[in-house]
């Protein structure tokens, strides 16, 4: 345990103690003479570093060869000797290879990425109107024509307007004075109607040992429906559990300026 303490200790040093990559760590350069594009290229090749340049100011440029332990700072100020090229340190790490400014000019920086602005909206299919000739076979019904079928919550408008709700007796007859809306499409059962507002998941009703029974959408007022889709086909595959029956989305209208009051009466 010992004897690999401090073989780590020392292994650690020198890794402390070595030098930058591509700064000031000498590599083995052997480079013949030949053009500057070769001579950048090999030295690449041998020290491992980037180099960036454009092929035009570099051709028709000779090099002198280069054999020996240098750092690719000093190499690459050895190669453009006698020419009108300097070397930089690119922010990335790259060694880049330009023209040298004009006297007075400021040397050249690099240049700053555009800033991006990225927009997200989640629509929560809010937004895609579905139709009854759909893929799937929706079941559309406008907010006008809820209120126009003259009941006093959704759950009453589902029980008389839409055949595939199985449900026959509302909650408040089971004995517990449940006044929550119940719909069962398909016959699966409420657990399995998946309801929806806006495309988005309501929480669930507190049941009995400890279960969550299906939201209660009574109190959803129906002049703030813009329209109601109805999916009583299984859509398991897309929603995940508790879909197996169907899918009711509730639409709410976002077009309200001001305020607007409703009212009903009636002899009973």
């Known amino acids: 345990m010992r004897l690999f303490t401090s073989v780590l200790a020392i292994g650690l ?4 103690a ?3 990559f591509g700064e000031s760590y000498a590599f083995p350069i052997n480079l013949p003479n030949g053009p500057l594009s070769s001579s950048l290229q090999g030295l690449a090749r041998q020290s491992g570093a980037e180099f ?34 300097v070397s930089r340190r690119a922010a990335s790490g790259a060694w880049v ?19 991006i602005l990225v ?12 139709r009854e000739n759909d893929v799937q076979p929706y079941q559309v019904s406008t907010g006008e024509q809820v209120v126009r079928a003259h009941r006093d919550t959704l759950d009453q408008f589902f029980r008389s307007r839409v055949t595939a709700n199985t449900s026959i007796s509302p909650p408040n007859l089971d004995g517990t004075g449940n006044t929550g ?22 929480p669930g009703v507190p049941g009995s040992i400890l279960q969550l029974g299906q939201p209660d959408i009574n109190a959803i007022p129906l002049h703030a429906i813009d329209r109601v889709e109805t999916l009583t086909g299984t859509a398991g595959g897309i929603y995940g559990l508790g879909a197996l029956g169907g899918v009711v ?20």
């Not at 440029?61 to 690459?76: D, H, K, M, P, Y």
């Not at 809306?181 to 309501?202: H, K, N, P, Y």
């Open 97 to 115: 290879v330009e023209q040298r400014p004009p006297s007075g000019a400021s040397a050249p920086q690099d240049l700053a990425a555009p800033d």
């Open 18 to 20: 070595r030098p930058a």
């Open 181 to 202: 809306s119940s719909i069962d499409l398909r016959g699966l059962g409420a657990d399995q109607t998946l309801i929806l507002v806006d495309g988005r998941r309501l």
């Open 119 to 130: 927009i997200g909206r989640r629509t929560q299919d809010a937004d895609i109107r579905r």
């Open 249 to 268: 989305n509730v639409i709410l209208r976002h077009d309200y300026h001001g305020l607007e009051l409703h009212g009903t009466t009636g002899i009973s």
């Open 52 to 85: 960036l340049f454009d092929a035009s100011i570099v051709r028709a440029r000779q090099a002198a060869r280069l054999n020996g332990r240098l750092s690719v700072e000093t190499a690459l100020q050895r190669l453009l000797v006698g020419t009108d090229l």
């Open 13 to 16: 040093a020198l890794t402390a």
